[in-house]
């Protein structure tokens, strides 16, 4: 397939967004009544699914406690012989970049804290030559702590400016796969004997995770056809970062809540789990992707002629909201690029597009649903909040005589009634926030006490402009940016050092 074809089609997530704005614009002026009544319609079409998440919501949060409650190592035990256990190895690769020592140590531990035999553990640290002077500290530092507690500790230098390769972190994560696929060669241990879990550098799983994922790798008929996905929980540091970062973090958690609901419309996001037998027959993880989580899904996916899912885990793996140890601005600076590099995976749209029209081995419905799927997904996260906010609003001022119009009177009561209906679905947010929530420390109980107080009385107004800010407007530009051929470059989020102690989480007990 020739370049051309894939340029027309990097088009069409920004043409069909920035059509829909402006087509809204132009009807304004020449047609208020249609889109007014359009507009109400979409509304309403809103309404409907703010009350289905928040069902599934709960619905989530109930699955989930659940499962974390269950034992699962001893599950392991009581379905599978010891043999069958012992066969089985979890291979952990930590993606690192210019984090300092402290960060990648509280992911160890977290390794080091499971309760699934730690010689079955095999762990590798994958860092980059382009820093040099830390990868060489953090292997050193590493190595001597943690060197000889797995069942192998594995350090390797991605190294820089590799011909094809994009700077991201798909290139050391298969730089690192390939070095581990040497050690498992090595050690003649069978591929489909391997779970391979791929973390950022401040990850750290609940010590249940990787007994519950053998669990799961274990009873799948086909797990070479499987993703699993874990609920990843931005906790580590939830006290610590600015009110609505916080609101922000929850919002992403909660997703993800909501989607393993639905494990057909379940995606690879941040860290996850693959049967080494697939990531070889894929050839690990694309190198030439800022975004190699969701699209490791698509290339398995088509790599196998669609016979793949993503299995979802009920057991959390806790992350880092974003703080900058620049301060308050640089936080929320931050804060913005990490949800546009999270947009940019509307650069999917294309590869997908191209491969759902090659393939003819997939079943034809099941391909273009899939489609469907991700354009709607990107689509509405750009538009919805931008629509409902601000352009639904546009018909009466744009246009003189629709003033005069019955709808220009029974609009505006009539919107704000559905709105308001919408917002309602934060009750249920802000509870299961409330009992989901790691313990406040006692340093900061009493400030942080009159913060949730302001939280839960600010929410229906801060939530609404949180969402434009920080997700409409990231997701605008980048599919702008991919319209316009601006390829958007890779930045890890800043990481800060503070850690919170969440041993203590009494939602995951």
């Given at each position: 397939?020739?370049?051309?074809?894939?340029?027309?089609?990097?088009?069409?997530?920004?043409?069909?967004?920035?059509?829909?704005?402006?087509?809204?614009?132009?009807?304004?002026?020449?047609?208020?009544?249609?889109?007014?009544?359009?507009?109400?319609?979409?509304?309403?079409?809103?309404?409907?699914?703010?009350?289905?998440?928040?069902?599934?919501?709960?619905?989530?949060?109930?699955?989930?406690?659940?499962?974390i409650r269950r034992d699962?190592?001893?599950?392991?035990?009581?379905?599978?012989?010891?043999?069958?256990?012992?066969?089985?190895?979890?291979?952990?690769?930590?993606?690192?970049?210019?984090?300092?020592?402290?960060?990648?140590?509280?992911?160890?531990?977290?390794?080091?804290?499971?309760?699934?035999?730690?010689?079955?553990?095999?762990?590798?640290?994958?860092?980059?030559?382009?820093?040099?002077?830390?990868?060489?500290?953090?292997?050193?530092?590493?190595?001597?702590?943690?060197?000889?507690?797995?069942?192998?500790?594995?350090?390797?230098?991605?190294?820089?400016?590799?011909?094809?390769?994009?700077?991201?972190?798909?290139?050391?994560?298969?730089?690192?796969?390939?070095?581990?696929?040497?050690?498992?060669?090595?050690?003649?241990?069978?591929?489909?004997?391997?779970?391979?879990?791929?973390?950022?550098?401040?990850?750290?799983?609940?010590?249940?995770?990787?007994?519950?994922?053998?669990?799961?790798?274990?009873?799948?008929?086909?797990?070479?056809?499987?993703?699993?996905?874990?609920?990843?929980?931005?906790?580590?540091?939830?006290?610590?970062?600015?009110?609505?970062?916080?609101?922000?973090?929850?919002?992403?958690?909660?997703?993800?809540?909501?989607?393993?609901?639905?494990?057909?419309?379940?995606?690879?996001?941040?860290?996850?789990?693959?049967?080494?037998?697939?990531?070889?027959?894929?050839?690990?993880?694309?190198?030439?992707?800022?975004?190699?989580?969701?699209?490791?899904?698509?290339?398995?996916?088509?790599?196998?002629?669609?016979?793949?899912?993503?299995?979802?885990?009920?057991?959390?793996?806790?992350?880092?909201?974003?703080?900058?140890?620049?301060?308050?601005?640089?936080?929320?600076?931050?804060?913005?690029?990490?949800?546009?590099?999270?947009?940019?995976?509307?650069?999917?749209?294309?590869?997908?597009?191209?491969?759902?029209?090659?393939?003819?081995?997939?079943?034809?419905?099941?391909?273009?649903?899939?489609?469907?799927?991700?354009?709607?997904?990107?689509?509405?996260?750009?538009?919805?909040?931008?629509?409902?906010?601000?352009?639904?609003?546009?018909?009466?001022?744009?246009?003189?005589?629709?003033?005069?119009?019955?709808?220009?009177?029974?609009?505006p009561p009539l919107y704000?009634?559905?709105?308001?209906?919408?917002?309602?679905?934060?009750?249920?947010?802000?509870?299961?926030?409330?009992?989901?929530?790691?313990?406040?420390?006692?340093?900061r109980l009493k400030r942080?006490?009159?913060?949730?107080?302001?939280?839960?009385?600010?929410?229906?107004?801060?939530?609404?402009?949180?969402?434009?800010?920080?997700?409409?407007?990231?997701?605008?530009?980048?599919?702008?940016?991919?319209?316009?051929?601006?390829?958007?470059?890779?930045?890890?989020?800043?990481?800060?050092?503070?850690?919170?102690?969440?041993?203590?989480?009494?939602?995951?007990?």
């Amino acid at each position: 397939m020739s370049s051309r074809p894939s340029r027309w089609l990097e088009c069409l997530p920004g043409l069909l967004l920035w059509s829909v704005f402006g087509g809204i614009l132009v009807l304004s002026f020449t047609a208020p009544v249609l889109i007014s009544s359009i507009l109400i319609l979409y509304s309403l079409h809103w309404l409907t699914r703010s009350f289905l998440m928040s069902a599934r919501l709960i619905v989530g949060y109930i699955r989930y406690r659940h499962d974390i409650r269950r034992d699962w190592l001893q599950i392991l035990h009581d379905r599978y012989t010891n043999s069958a256990i012992k066969q089985i190895y979890q291979l952990v690769i930590i993606a690192t970049s210019k984090e300092r020592y402290p960060i990648v140590r509280s992911t160890l531990e977290a390794i080091q804290a499971s309760d699934f035999p730690k010689k079955q553990l095999l762990v590798v640290l994958a860092t980059e030559e382009r820093f040099a002077d830390n990868s060489a500290r953090l292997c050193s530092l590493a190595q001597a702590e943690f060197g000889k507690i797995f069942g192998a500790f594995i350090t390797s230098i991605h190294p820089k400016n590799l011909p094809g390769e994009v700077v991201g972190k798909g290139g050391n994560l298969t730089w690192a796969g390939r070095q581990a696929k040497k050690y498992l060669d090595r050690k003649k241990i069978p591929y489909n004997q391997v779970i391979c879990t791929t973390l950022d550098s401040d990850n750290r799983v609940h010590r249940k995770y990787f007994s519950a994922l053998a669990c799961a790798y274990l009873a799948h008929p086909a797990p070479k056809y499987a993703s699993f996905q874990p609920i990843p929980m931005f906790f580590n540091n939830i006290w610590e970062v600015p009110l609505p970062i916080r609101s922000i973090a929850l919002g992403s958690s909660f997703w993800q809540i909501i989607e393993s609901t639905r494990p057909y419309r379940l995606r690879n996001f941040s860290a996850h789990a693959q049967s080494f037998e697939a990531l070889v027959a894929t050839d690990f993880w694309s190198t030439t992707t800022i975004v190699e989580d969701g699209h490791q899904f698509w290339r398995t996916y088509f790599r196998f002629h669609g016979r793949h899912e993503v299995i979802p885990l009920n057991v959390p793996v806790y992350q880092d909201a974003v703080l900058s140890p620049r301060g308050y601005w640089a936080t929320f600076r931050e804060q913005y690029i990490q949800k546009r590099r999270w947009a940019w995976g509307c650069s999917d749209i294309p590869f997908v597009l191209i491969h759902a029209w090659q393939d003819k081995k997939i079943p034809f419905l099941n391909k273009w649903i899939q489609v469907g799927r991700l354009v709607e997904g990107h689509f509405s996260w750009a538009s919805t909040s931008i629509i409902l906010a601000f352009f639904s609003w546009l018909p009466r001022l744009a246009n003189p005589e629709f003033q005069n119009a019955v709808l220009a009177y029974t609009f505006p009561p009539l919107y704000g009634r559905i709105l308001a209906l919408a917002l309602s679905g934060m009750i249920v947010t802000l509870t299961i926030s409330t009992l989901l929530l790691p313990p406040i420390p006692k340093k900061r109980l009493k400030r942080t006490t009159w913060n949730l107080v302001f939280e839960w009385l600010t929410a229906p107004f801060l939530l609404p402009i949180s969402n434009v800010l920080f997700s409409s407007l990231p997701a605008i530009e980048a599919q702008t940016r991919l319209m316009l051929g601006k390829r958007l470059e890779f930045k890890p989020t800043e990481k800060h050092i503070i850690r919170q102690d969440i041993s203590n989480h009494p939602a995951a007990e």
